[in-house]
């Protein structure tokens, strides 16, 4: 006798505690396997855009910061660097370095976080990413040092960063440098070659090169399908080009790939910091920036490689003090076009991890 | 580095293939007709030299007489980039035709845009709002939208 079974429709979030916050998937089911799916925007859209069109370029950067919230010195940054190039300021170099060194932290400090979670979702529930979170604290004792902030930094200004490091900065820096390659050995030993991670990451959800540029995607996503694309390289902003590091690729684009990628980046982004922090010189950290800015009326597009990817503005300036128009183009939200063609087909168990190995930010996607 | 290609020239040799589709190449952008969107698109990624196979963004500016829709496209095989513009009249009902076929990566960005702006993009294989819910009415990213 043939058992009929007919499919049914189940709602996933939007509060799920693997939906990295306040994501809804309309996920439809025949058994445990996935026939359908449609992911729901919007629970947390603040309509920062429409925000920023009524504030001061400078009153701009605290809505940046609430984008990707994990990593907001490199959403800081990605504005900044839109309204230099839009109104032609220019950085002195000691606040160059210390923008790239905060970004590489915060790199470090966002992929322990994806990293961490993406294990929640595989099934070792909250171990892993007690212990990642152990090391996150190191990095955002850092950046309070500096700040005075533990989570929405609000440190870059167009024409360079807030305020200067304090004397206890350099050598509390150091100290991390030199643990951090140990805790990364120390996951690499739990880790890497678990058995259990190889059965529920390796070979699940597959997304094609071809796939992977057609849907613009990038960041971790993308390079974990072998393409090399880091905007650090082959675009390089602030002083890249001075520092010495490698773009780690993934071979098949599959889920282990993506984690693979993001432990490997965190080596790039110590590696980075070192350099930095040998080669950091005296002097001012901002240039002469009017405290009301009014670039030409013109239009510019700013980029930089953030944690999940291409994070850029697009602004355009009519001559006054605010924008006229601001958009963000957010890499969460464009990783996550292909999410229906790559879970269609699995259980609902791996669709958790599918999703997971995104390590989306909802603050991003809806804006 | 990302070379951005000079537009004015791209805007000869798209304005050779398509009489008429360019209404002017600035210095940093091309402005193309609506009407052949989508076959300059097609040119713009077929072709061997452009290869134009990934669309970064694309958004849209209200200038009350018209929308602009730029569209910001890179090229990964020869590292450049362009900016390709288009404009749309009415407050009514603009349209657009949809870049989806081509790109899909335009697909949760036209949602968004016709979420926020209004403008309707023909052949966008699912057509809604997105940040929104169903029932909103109007399109707050307008100028001219009361709060």
Same mark, same amino acid.
């Given at each position: ?5 007919? @499919? ?15 994501? /809804? ?13 449609? &992911? ?12 920023? *069109? ?6 701009? !950067?605290?809505? =940046? ?33 210390? /923008? ?6 915060? %790199? ?49 200004? &167009? ?50 090169? *071809? ?8 960041? &971790? ?9 880091? !905007? ?29 990628? /993001?432990?490997? *980046?965190?080596?790039?982004?110590? /590696? ?13 950290? %901002? ?35 605010? @924008? ?6 957010? @890499?969460?939200?464009?990783?996550? =076009? ?21 390590? !989306? ?7 | ?21 360019? +209404? ?12 052949? #969107? ?11 030299? #452009? ?6 963004? +694309? ?72 940040? #929104? ?15």
């Amino acid at each position: 006798m043939t058992l009929r079974t007919e @499919p049914f429709v189940i709602n996933m979030g939007p509060v799920h505690p693997s939906t990295h916050g306040v994501f /809804r998937m309309r996920v439809t089911l025949d058994g445990e396997v996935v026939v359908n799916l449609e &992911p729901i925007f919007g629970y947390l859209h603040r309509g920062i855009e429409k925000l920023a *069109e009524e504030r001061t370029y400078t009153g701009i !950067i605290p809505l =940046t910061d609430r984008l990707d919230y994990v990593a907001s010195m490199t959403n800081n940054l990605a504005y900044c660097l839109s309204v230099e190039k839009l109104a032609g300021i220019t950085v002195p170099e000691r606040a160059e370095y210390l /923008r790239v060194i905060m970004s590489e932290l915060q %790199r470090i400090a966002a992929h322990l976080i994806s990293v961490g979670s993406f294990f929640n979702d595989c099934g070792a529930y909250f171990t892993p990413f007690l212990y990642m979170f152990r090391e996150r604290e190191r990095i955002v004792d850092l950046f309070e040092m500096v700040t005075g902030q533990r989570l929405l930094y609000n440190y870059m200004r &167009p024409g360079g960063v807030s305020q200067d490091i304090p004397e206890e900065f350099l050598p509390a820096l150091q100290e991390v440098l030199k643990q951090m390659p140990l805790y990364i050995d120390e996951y690499e030993r739990l880790l890497k070659d678990n058995e259990i991670l190889y059965a529920r990451a390796r070979g699940v959800g597959i997304l094609t090169k *071809e796939m992977a540029v057609n849907i613009g995607a990038s960041g &971790p996503v993308l390079r974990g399908c072998g393409v090399k694309w880091d !905007i650090r390289k082959v675009d390089p902003y602030s002083i890249y080009d001075r520092f010495e590091f490698d773009v780690p690729v993934g071979t098949q684009g599959d889920c282990y790939d993506r984690y693979r990628v /993001r432990i490997e *980046e965190m080596k790039q982004s110590l /590696r980075i910091v070192e350099q930095a922090a040998k080669q950091i010189p005296d002097g001012p950290i %901002r240039s002469d920036v009017p405290q009301l800015i009014r670039p030409p009326a013109g239009e510019a597009y700013g980029h930089l490689e953030a944690p999940t990817g291409e994070v850029g503005f697009y602004l355009v300036s009519d001559g006054s003090i605010a @924008p006229y128009r601001c958009h963000i183009r957010a @890499p969460s939200l464009m990783n996550l =076009t292909a999410l229906r063609d790559m879970i269609v087909g699995w259980k609902v168990q791996d669709l958790i991890v599918i999703f997971g190995s995104f390590a !989306i930010t909802m603050g991003e996607v809806d804006r | 580095m990302t070379t951005s290609l000079k537009a004015p020239e791209i805007g000869k040799q798209i304005q050779a293939q398509f009489a008429g589709a360019v +209404i002017e190449a600035t210095d940093t952008a091309v402005m193309v007709d609506s009407k052949s #969107l989508l076959n300059v698109m097609a040119y713009l990624k077929n072709t061997a030299g #452009l290869d134009f196979d990934y669309m970064t963004t +694309i958004t849209a500016v209200d200038y009350f007489q018209y929308f602009e829709v730029i569209y910001n496209l890179v090229s990964m095989v020869h590292n450049h980039s362009l900016t390709i513009k288009t404009r749309v009249y009415g407050r009514e009902n603009p349209s657009l035709p949809s870049v989806v076929s081509l790109w899909r990566s335009a697909d949760h960005q036209e949602r968004e845009i016709y979420d926020l702006m209004g403008i309707t993009f023909e052949g966008h294989p699912n057509m809604k709002r997105i940040v #929104l819910w169903p029932e909103f009415k109007g399109h707050p990213q307008r100028k001219d939208y009361l709060r």
